[in-house]
């Protein structure tokens, strides 16, 4: 009886340390693509579709990865929950068995304990494993765990209720009501397979006459379970699948015995690291991690990860380049990591979830506000499940209060007062507007407004190193304009301005003595290239060679 207390709290404990510690950047991209908003209307707007509920419950939870032991805390309970539910389904169905054999008594206690308890942790290391891919919405647990409670609710009722009931569970928790249904079909016998059928006409009516603005492949599958629409992950059908298969081992296998314990935790245990090796790709989560750390601006941390792991994309290079400006390192450091090419400090718009994040805080700690503001609105836009995102609706609040448009930015801070971990800083800001004074006191929006550009012009992102330069001869006392517009003739090889330019860095820069990378990067003009060991050298070498394309 204390292992069965012991080992799920020991399963909760390892979830808990795996989301808090090794993979806290993951809760907060979750959370950074939605924007939960306590009001009827946004209720109503969720549970006015299939699966709305659950899409509710999901979001409600994962606004609370903005705290990520929090965050993880919430998960693992789910995590434990879907373990114990999974387990009393598969109980349950080889208790009937046994109950009409009339040997219960002599085999519950070792069939619960050698296969359904145990093999009840195989849909929760699945699940761990799913959740690997950043698409996945916590919706889809959340429906898991509500389809398995149905079922034990339900437990051996008549199935006439259903008629009732399965409608209803389709339209608040999707389609892994499929789950419900198939499960119900066991419990009750073969003769009650016209739940089946009937589950099959819910759907269709649903797509007829109920969701005819959706494709019927989303109203099949899903509606809010992956953030792609029209995507369906292989997992997010085989862990329902395998559940039914357990139960089925449950109420027919009750002869089938692991060959021992200790192989059965050991296969858990494989399970558990091919989830978490496989399930979640390293160079993938390493930029998402990089993402977390510039949010916080932990400049110090992306710079000694970066000494010991590179992702060769501009991603990687843009914000390792970034925290090496926030510490005055670029023009020092730059060339000792990896850069991608003339895209390594600013990517151009690029309609995703991700790519823009470190140009538009490079944007934004620049002085660049309107770029700042319209690379965070594009990448919100870019969300495809159609959410607001409360770190970008922050930033766009943020970009309009320093440019003076209290307005608009009055309608962004009234969503965020809807939130729970956004609405005092939004009440905060909303005191700020229509006040020049407060904002010019505020000190990291002084800083920004005195950076921004003097003068109104065209972005153009082929000349991205000219709106440097100008940037800093509007506001010499902007050292990083400076030194991201030294830093840009660098990658683009326009040795004539950088060689011109170097003197600003003499009279303006602050240094003491001239930067060892500037200092490289000349020893490599002059000697055209032939430097050993020239960082700069190593670069133009790899961009000669096509290397950009790595």
């Known amino acids: 009886m204390k292992s069965r207390i012991i080992i799920p709290l020991l399963f909760a404990l390892a979830i808990y340390l795996f989301w808090w510690l090794a993979y806290p950047h993951a809760l907060s991209y979750q959370e950074q693509y939605q924007l939960f908003l306590f009001t009827g209307d946004y209720f109503r707007e969720r549970i006015g579709v299939a699966g709305g509920l659950a899409d509710y419950i999901g979001e409600f939870i994962t606004q609370f990865y903005y705290i990520p032991w929090l965050g993880a805390l919430l998960l693992a309970l789910l995590f434990l929950t879907l373990q114990q539910l999974t387990w009393r389904v598969i109980r349950s169905s080889g208790v009937q068995k046994f109950r009409s054999s009339g040997n219960a008594n002599s085999q519950i206690s070792d069939f619960g304990f050698t296969n359904s308890y145990f093999l009840s942790y195989i849909p929760p290391l699945l699940l761990l494993w799913h959740m690997g891919d950043e698409s996945v919405l916590l919706s889809y647990p959340v429906a898991l765990v509500m389809a398995l409670w149905a079922t034990l ?37 073969w003769k009650n397979a016209w739940l089946l059928l009937y589950m099959g006409l819910c759907l269709f009516a649903a797509n007829q006459w109920l969701l005819t603005q959706w494709p019927a492949k989303m109203v099949a599958w899903g509606l809010n379970y992956y953030r792609i629409p029209m995507m369906v992950p292989l997992l997010q059908v085989l862990i329902p699948a395998v559940i039914v298969l357990l139960a089925a081992v449950g109420r027919w296998g009750d002869n089938l015995r692991p060959a021992s314990g200790i192989a059965t935790v050991v296969s858990l245990l494989l399970l558990a690291f091919w989830a978490a090796e496989k399930g979640f790709d390293r160079d993938k989560y390493e930029l998402i991690r990089q993402d977390y750390l510039i949010r916080y601006e932990r400049w110090d941390d992306i710079i000694d990860r970066a000494r010991h792991y590179t992702v060769r994309t501009p991603f990687w290079s843009q914000s390792v380049n970034l925290a090496l400006a926030m510490k005055r390192q670029l023009a020092e450091r730059q060339f000792e990591f990896y850069q991608s090419g003339e895209d390594a400090l600013f990517m151009p718009r690029t309609r995703d979830l991700t790519s823009m994040l470190p140009t538009s805080e490079v944007f934004w700690q620049l002085g660049m506000v309107n770029s700042a503001q319209r690379y965070a609105f594009d990448t919100q836009e870019s969300i495809l499940n159609l959410r607001k995102s409360g770190r970008l609706t922050k930033r766009i609040a943020e970009c309009m209060i320093v440019n003076g448009q209290y307005d608009v930015a009055a309608k962004q801070l009234d969503l965020l007062k809807k939130s729970l971990f956004y609405r005092s800083w939004a ?12 904002v010019n006191a505020h ?20 000349e991205i190193d000219k709106m440097m330069g100008l940037l800093f001869v509007d506001n010499p006392s902007n050292k990083m304009a400076l030194d991201y517009f030294l830093a840009q003739l660098l990658l683009k090889g326009n040795v004539q301005d950088f060689m011109q330019h170097l003197s600003w860095a003499q009279q303006y820069g602050g240094y003491s003595q001239m930067p060892r990378g500037y200092q490289d990067a000349v020893r490599c003009i002059q000697a055209r ?5 020239s960082p700069y050298a190593d670069y133009v070498k790899r961009m000669m060679e096509g290397g950009r394309h790595e």
């Open 153 to 189: 609710l339900m437990g051996r009722k008549s199935a006439w209720p259903d008629l009732l009931v399965i409608p209803s569970l389709y339209w608040l928790i999707g389609p892994v009501a499929w789950l419900y249904v198939a499960l119900r079909v066991m419990a009750l016998g």
């Open 427 to 438: 009440k905060e800001a909303e005191t700020c507007l229509y006040n020049d004074a407060k």
């Open 443 to 462: 000190a990291e929006w002084a800083r920004v407004r005195a950076c921004r550009y003097k003068n109104s012009f065209l972005f153009s992102y082929p």
């Open 529 to 533: 290239g032939n430097v050993a060991n």
